[in-house]
């Protein structure tokens, strides 16, 4: 999804899939989510503040800390993380920029874009971490 989203997005994607792989119970520490997903530690760890802000990871501190999932890998969907760290702007925006681009007066790309862009939302909107994350599992161990 590079196309659409920021690396941010794309890591705390990995990232929160990667959570969902562990107990509910288990706290995992940032600098094995680092390692593990080959991301910069201090890069994860600004990316795993904004998932802890929007209520999606919860952090632990202390000998044991570390972060889980603050709910349910059924109830987080990734249209949730999305959100968290990039904002839902490209998927209201027209994706050559253009300020005033509306069905009344569409770019050149408009009615094809829609169609992904639509695509891509309901997909992110119906797929939850427990959907993906044994799927996720076996790609994060190929790292």
């Known amino acids: 999804m590079a196309v659409i989203f920021s690396k941010a997005c794309e890591y705390g994607l990995q990232a929160v899939l990667f959570l969902a792989s562990f107990p509910p119970d288990e706290s995992v520490p940032a600098y094995r989510i680092a390692k593990e997903l080959k ?3 201090e890069f ?3 990316i795993l503040q904004s998932l ?3 209520k999606l ?3 632990k501190k202390g000998k044991f800390g570390g972060f889980s999932l603050a ?3 059924k109830k987080i969907k990734l249209i949730d993380i999305v959100e968290a760290i990039d904002g839902l702007d490209a998927f209201k925006t027209c994706v ?3 300020p005033h681009c509306s069905s009344d007066v569409p770019c050149p790309v408009h009615e094809s874009w829609g169609k992904l862009r639509n ?3 309901d997909m992110l909107s119906t797929e939850t971490l427990d959907d993906l994350k044994e ?7 190929s790292l």
């Open 44 to 46: 994860i760890s600004k």
């Open 71 to 73: 709910r349910s890998p």
């Open 39 to 41: 991301i910069p530690k």
């Open 52 to 54: 802890t802000d929007h």
């Open 119 to 121: 695509q891509a939302y």
């Open 96 to 98: 050559l920029g253009f």
């Open 135 to 141: 799927q996720a599992a076996e790609k994060i161990k």
């Open 57 to 59: 990871i919860m952090s």
